[in-house]
C-alpha cells in the first residue's frame, strides 16, 4: 500500500493489482493440505524463476521492452526505477512464501501469508479510497482496515488446540503486522515484513503462553 496522497497508479489499476494479488491467498490454502518438503519444492524454483526474470529486465533491453509491455502497468513507479533495481511485489511474494514455510511452523505460516494477502487487500483499497487521518507513515483507516481483516483471517485460519489463548495469540501478532504494514513504506517490502512480523511473534507468544505445545513444522490438525 502507498499514503493516500501517492497518485503514482490511479484508483483501477490498485484494483487489478489486489485482483491478481488476492490469486496469492491459494499458497497458504493448498499449503494447508501439502507437506512442507513438496510445498518447497515448488516454491522456491518459483521464487528462484521469479527473481532471475525480474532482474532480467534491468539488464536485457529486448526482455524489458517485452516485460513493461505486458506488466508494466502493474508496476508502482518504484518498481520501475533503474537505479535501485527494485523488484516487483510478486517477487517479493513468491520470495516471502517460500522462506515462510522453510522456517515457520505450518500453522503460524498460514496464519502470517493469509494476513499479508487479506490485510494488504483491505489497508491498500480502503486507505487510498476513504484514507484521511494520517497515522505513521500511512492512513489510519488503512491500517484499521488491515487489523479488521486481519482478525477475521485469525477467526478463520486452523488451530492447534483453538482455545482462547490462541485467537488473542493471533489478534496481537495482526497488530503488530498492521504496524509493520504501514512503517514498511520507502525502505522495505511489506510482503516481506508482514509475514515475517506476525510469524515472529506468534511463536513467540505461543512459547511464552502456551509452553507445553510442542509447535513443530508440521504441526496442524488435518
Do not use: Q
Request: aromatic letters at 14%; a neutral charge; glycine letters at 6%.
Amino acid at each position: 500500500m502507498t499514503p493516500t496522497d501517492n497518485g503514482s497508479i490511479d484508483y483501477k489499476n490498485e484494483l487489478l493489482r489486489k485482483a491478481i494479488h488476492l490469486c496469492s491467498l491459494s499458497i497458504p490454502v493448498i499449503y494447508y493440505f501439502l507437506t512442507r518438503e513438496l510445498a518447497l519444492t515448488v516454491l522456491i524454483p518459483l521464487a528462484v524463476l521469479s527473481l532471475v526474470l525480474d532482474l532480467s529486465r534491468y539488464f536485457f533491453p529486448p526482455f524489458s521492452k517485452f516485460f513493461y509491455m505486458f506488466f508494466g502497468f502493474m508496476l508502482r513507479d518504484h518498481e520501475k526505477n533503474d537505479k535501485k533495481k527494485t523488484l516487483n511485489g510478486a517477487t517479493y511474494v513468491l520470495i516471502s512464501a517460500a522462506l515462510g514455510v522453510y522456517f515457520f511452523p505450518k500453522v503460524i505460516f498460514i496464519t502470517a501469508f493469509a494476513t499479508l494477502i487479506v490485510g494488504d487487500i483491505a489497508a491498500a483499497l480502503i486507505g487510498r479510497k476513504f484514507g484521511k487521518h494520517k497515522f505513521l507513515f500511512k492512513s489510519l483507516e488503512g491500517t484499521l482496515s488491515f487489523f479488521v481483516s486481519a482478525c477475521v483471517v485469525v477467526f478463520i485460519a486452523p488451530k492447534i488446540e483453538g482455545n482462547i489463548t490462541e485467537y488473542l495469540i493471533g489478534i496481537i501478532a495482526v497488530a503488530v503486522g498492521a504496524i509493520a504494514e504501514n512503517v514498511s513504506y520507502g525502505w522495505a517490502d511489506d510482503n516481506l515484513t508482514i509475514p515475517i512480523s506476525i510469524g515472529v511473534t506468534m511463536w513467540v507468544l505461543y512459547t511464552v503462553m502456551m509452553p507445553n505445545i510442542p509447535i513443530i513444522l508440521e504441526n496442524v490438525p488435518m
